[in-house]
């Protein structure tokens, strides 16, 4: 497995070694750039008003942002200790997403991921490995 610490040192991960990493401005993608079928891409930022929302409220008002209503059947929220996630999966347009925000005190981690519908089982216990292994400082 590849180490990754995100350019802010506000999070570190774990991605497989057949797996290519992409900096961008604002974001970095992940992808096995052979065999894939789908990028997952994060961000990160810290903010002094995180404790006003919870990731329920980040994640409604992102999806509203984009007209998708929330089907509670495709809803989690889990916490574990400090850590909050919040995660969102749905398709639309043949495309398959998943939305997930994962914060501890004030820094949050915004995730997605997204492929052809009709390639979603192909790697996505990558990508839930690589989420779950998320470790923010």
Known sequence: MNHYISSSKIY???FPDDWTHKEGKDCVSFFDSQNGVGTIQIS????????????????SEYLGNKNIKINKEY?????????????YSYSQENIFWSIWFISKNNKIIFSTYNCDVND??????????????????
């Open 12 to 14: 570190e991960l774990f």
């Open 44 to 59: 990160s930022y810290s903010s002094p008003e995180r404790s006003k929302k919870d990731n329920l409220s980040i994640l």
């Open 75 to 87: 809803l989690e929220i889990e916490k574990n200790g400090d850590v909050s996630i919040a995660k």
């Open 120 to 137: 979603k089982k192909m790697e996505y216990s990558i990508i839930e490995n690589i989420i779950e292994s998320i470790n923010i400082f």
